[in-house]
């Protein structure tokens, strides 16, 4: 994996429980993990400051549901101040192109979309808190029948800090 410069590791895992379980974090654990607000009072508040500002009124059956979305993973470079939320996505096995396109391309996209206004948001918190964060977003996805995009999983791999080709290649 890899480490900055005073060899500490670059990229926490929180939800890597172990190999075998993982704990899939809220939108509102993330945030707490990133000290961007003080109690769920404010947290509200600032859900509701956030869309307002985009033209959009929340119910508050819809603002608890922004902050109880749960990415697949995250990973946190403390240091450099970057959050990536992480989403897996493997279709079943009788999945196949259609007319609309390509499924692992459409699945990317469907994920962007889900994600994107918390990405906006946290990015908007961390400058209005003054906390220089980066959040971004890693989709893996592999296509139908095991078939995926090499190249772009192999990009994704490397900005997580696997370095190494023959650990890329294994995963």
């Given amino acids: 994996m890899e480490s900055h410069d005073d060899r500490t590791r670059k ?3 929180p939800s890597a429980v172990s190999e075998a379980t993982h704990d899939e974090w809220t939108v509102r654990q993330i945030l707490v993990h990133l000290v961007l607000f003080s109690d769920i009072r404010s947290l509200r508040a600032d859900v509701t400051d956030f869309h307002v500002r985009q033209g959009i009124v929340l119910t ?3 603002i608890t549901s ?3 979305l ?3 993973g995250v990973a946190f470079d403390d240091k450099n101040k970057h959050c990536v939320l992480l989403e897996f996505t493997c ?3 009788s999945v196949s192109s259609s007319l609309e396109g390509d499924w692992a391309e459409r699945k990317e996209l469907e994920k962007n979309a ?3 206004m918390h990405i906006y948001f946290v990015n908007h918190l961390s400058a209005l808190h003054d906390r220089p964060w980066n959040c971004t977003q890693s989709n893996f996805t592999a296509g139908a029948r095991g078939s ?3 190249t772009q999983i192999q990009d994704r ?4 800090g696997v370095t190494n080709p023959k650990a890329r290649g294994k995963i």
């Fill in 11 to 13: 990229w926490y895992f």
């Fill in 60 to 62: 508050d059956e819809e």
């Fill in 66 to 68: 922004f902050y109880s």
């Fill in 70 to 72: 749960r990415p697949d």
């Fill in 91 to 93: 279709p079943m096995d």
């Fill in 114 to 116: 889900r994600y994107g």
């Fill in 148 to 150: 995926l995009k090499q």
């Fill in 157 to 160: 791999l490397r900005l997580l």
